[in-house]
């Protein structure tokens, strides 16, 4: 071959992938035009996403999701996931986007995207019986429970280090529900997971259990999406800004963690920015027009 004729090749490898580029449609133009949107949510971690007493889907992260699928004029389909799958359906095209209590890490950022703002901060805690341990150091060698997926199996073991050479024992279950009755039923000693899903999964047990130490691992809740699509990603980062904007997101919020709601929080957990550095018109952490 040539080099005039290795030329020609090369520019119309240009042109066709320049075609399939331009051809290729987003996300977004898939929901609009079947009129749906595939939602991954869980349904094991109160209050954010659980079934309640007559089976119903409910949580702040399930009405975070019929928001925006109000917003994009389209159905829900909701695709059950957990902690291992909800990642891997956005990989494999079987959801749209995943509201499912997942913390933004910048490990998953090499497999997904996220809208933004993130829609809650979090942190974690190690949880066990009242007066049984008093500080980190306490739970070197100790049996931690965590669920399955959750990026606590490395950040747990990772914060007690710093407070001694004892490494802690992790096991892993399916669900917070299985970690709540291992921590009761002494098969381990202590359990961490995101305080909002610790406060929802004991209820009125609580009252037998504290925190040991501080939150640790302070992080955020991201809405996920499928990476290079920054059509769809965008979009719905447009649409979480606007409920944030118009008072949709405050309204979910007070319900379930506002003073009066379904599970108070301690803390102020929404998407902001510091007013003192930014002022009052853009604390509620979205882009500016």
């Not at 695709?79 to 933004?104: P, Q, W, Y």
């Not at 993130?118 to 965590?146: E, M, N, T």
Request: hydrophobic share 40%; net charge positive.
């Amino acid at each position: 071959m040539n080099g005039r004729s290795a030329a020609t090749l090369a520019v119309l490898f240009f042109l066709l992938s320049l075609v399939s580029y331009a051809s290729a449609e987003s996300i977004l133009d898939n929901v609009k035009k079947e009129g749906i949107v595939r939602i991954g949510t869980a349904n094991t971690n109160p209050p954010l996403n659980y079934l309640d007493e007559q089976g119903n889907w409910v949580g702040f992260d399930v009405e975070i999701g019929d928001a925006i699928a109000q917003k994009l004029g389209v159905k829900v389909e909701r695709i059950l996931v957990n902690d291992k799958t909800r990642i891997a359906f956005l990989a494999n095209g079987r959801v749209d986007l995943s509201i499912s209590n997942i913390s933004h890490t910048r490990s998953r950022e090499e497999q997904i995207d996220y809208a933004e703002p993130p829609y809650l901060w979090s942190g974690k805690i190690f949880y066990a019986r009242k007066g049984k341990f008093k500080s980190f150091k306490d739970l070197g060698g100790k049996r931690i429970a965590v669920t399955q997926g959750s990026n606590a199996y490395t950040a747990a073991p990772l914060e007690i280090k710093k407070h001694t050479a004892k490494e802690p024992v992790m096991v892993a279950y399916q669900s917070n529900a299985e970690c709540f009755l291992a921590l009761k039923q002494n098969k381990v000693d202590a359990y961490s997971q995101d305080t909002p899903i610790i406060a929802g999964v004991a209820g009125k047990e609580g009252v037998e259990y504290e925190a040991v130490g501080p939150i640790y691992s302070a992080g955020l809740y991201g809405i996920a999406v499928p990476p290079n699509d920054s059509k769809w990603r965008d979009a719905v980062s447009f649409i979480l800004q606007d409920l944030i904007k118009n008072g949709t997101y405050e309204n979910i919020y007070q319900k379930w963690f506002g003073a009066k709601g379904k599970f108070p929080l301690p803390i102020n957990a929404r998407p902001r920015l510091p007013e003192d550095i930014f002022g009052k018109e853009y604390s509620a952490f979205v882009w500016p027009d």
